[in-house]
């Protein structure tokens, strides 16, 4: 079951901030981040392991809810850099790695 | 160090036509995964290989074959092209059961088929 990302699509000022949401209806073991830039491979941003496990990139962090099967990223300060559309990956256990991808939210970060 | 690797870049095949897909990493990982992007649908995994000699279907894999070659190479096989097969195809491989296991995605190869 693919997990559902809110918001699809999300306009900043350079500068403010952002939330990104990925919900799964499925028990999860980790919960992956990764930016894809137009035209570009997707890149990790960071892997949440554990629940209520948070961790940071620059200026980027995430949270993972175990018992909610929910994630969020937080953009803080945003950069120009950040435009790209964000991807939630989600692992069951068992699944041998395997990722469901959500289908994205596209951050537009504008002068 | 290249990472992961795929060619061709693009390619525009005929309904009905062949074609492989290829892909290798240098990172001594030993999963690999072929996927599609498609508009506002994220990545579909195609199929996977959790190791060498191993390969296992994805949520998509009707009109694909695989083969992993060896632990470095992983390739897709369409056998008769279909229009719904357009789309943007990555490769990616990662060190599940390591401590680390983030995926590292090639640069895709971009396939219209007419």
């Known amino acids: ?111 | 160090n290249a990472g992961v690797t795929q060619t061709p870049k693009f390619q525009v095949l005929k309904t009905g036509q062949s074609m492989t897909l290829q892909c290798a990493q240098d990172m001594n990982h030993n999963s690999m995964y072929w996927y599609r992007q498609d508009p506002g649908m994220g990545l579909r995994l195609i199929y996977y290989s959790a190791s060498e000699g191993t390969t296992d279907k994805g949520e998509v894999p009707n009109g694909y074959n695989v083969s992993r070659l060896n632990k470095r190479e992983f390739s897709l096989r369409l056998e008769s092209a279909a229009p719904s097969q357009t789309s943007v195809y990555f490769c990616a491989s990662s060190g599940y059961g390591t401590e680390s296991y983030e995926q590292y995605f090639g640069p895709g190869t971009r396939l219209t088929v007419t």
Not at chain 1, 4 to 11: D, G, K, L, N, T
Not at chain 1, 23 to 41: F, P
Not at chain 1, 46 to 64: C, T
Not at chain 1, 73 to 97: D, I, K, M, N, W
Request: aromatic share 10%.
């Open chain 1, 1 to 111: 079951q693919q997990p559902v990302q809110s918001p699809q699509a999300v306009i900043l000022r350079e500068g403010e901030d952002a939330v990104i949401n990925c919900s799964s209806s499925k028990a999860l073991y980790s919960v992956h981040w990764y930016r894809q830039k137009h035209g570009e491979a997707p890149v990790f941003l960071m892997i949440l392991l554990k629940g209520g496990e948070q961790k940071g990139h620059e200026k980027i962090s995430a949270s993972f809810n175990e018992k909610k099967q929910q994630s969020s990223l937080y953009l803080t300060a945003s950069q120009l850099s950040y435009s790209g559309t964000y991807f939630c990956g989600t692992e069951v256990r068992g699944s041998q790695g395997n990722l469901i991808f959500g289908k994205g939210t596209k951050l537009s970060v504008k002068p």
